[in-house]
């Protein structure tokens, strides 16, 4: 069983930074692509940052300069660093990650349970 645990939401105001972090456990092979996501209110789930088991990263256009997605393989953790936060950042943030299983043994992907992001004006 694999299991991924986002922390590090909150409310914070307009310009402010968080830190989200994303801990992967469980009967671990070996881990892909991570990656970010949000879903605000009323709107689709979209792609925030990824990056691969190389550390190639890609960010949307709207959060490029501000957040940085980053990894510490020997935690098995990938972070989100959100600076010069704006109300529209505002969403449930996501984690994401490829993961090959011990037992059995494939690769699909996992999803977190969700961070709630708050940015107020």
């Known amino acids: 069983q694999v299991r991924l645990v986002e922390s590090g939401g909150g409310l914070v105001q307009a310009g402010e930074s968080l830190r989200l972090s994303c801990a992967v456990s469980?009967?671990?092979?070996?881990?892909?692509?991570r990656g970010w996501y949000r879903q605000g209110p009323g709107k689709q789930r979209e792609l925030v940052a990824t990056?691969?088991?190389?550390?190639?990263?890609n960010y949307a256009d709207s959060v490029k300069g501000r957040f940085t997605i980053s990894t510490d393989n020997a935690k098995n953790t990938v972070y989100l660093q959100m600076n010069s936060l704006k109300p529209e950042d505002t969403a449930i943030y996501y984690c994401n990650a490829v993961v090959r299983s011990v037992l059995p043994s494939r690769s699909r992907d996992y999803w977190g349970q969700g961070t709630q992001v708050t940015v107020s004006s």
């Open positions: 469980g009967s671990i092979s070996r881990i892909n692509d």
């Open positions: 990056i691969t088991s190389g550390g190639s990263t």
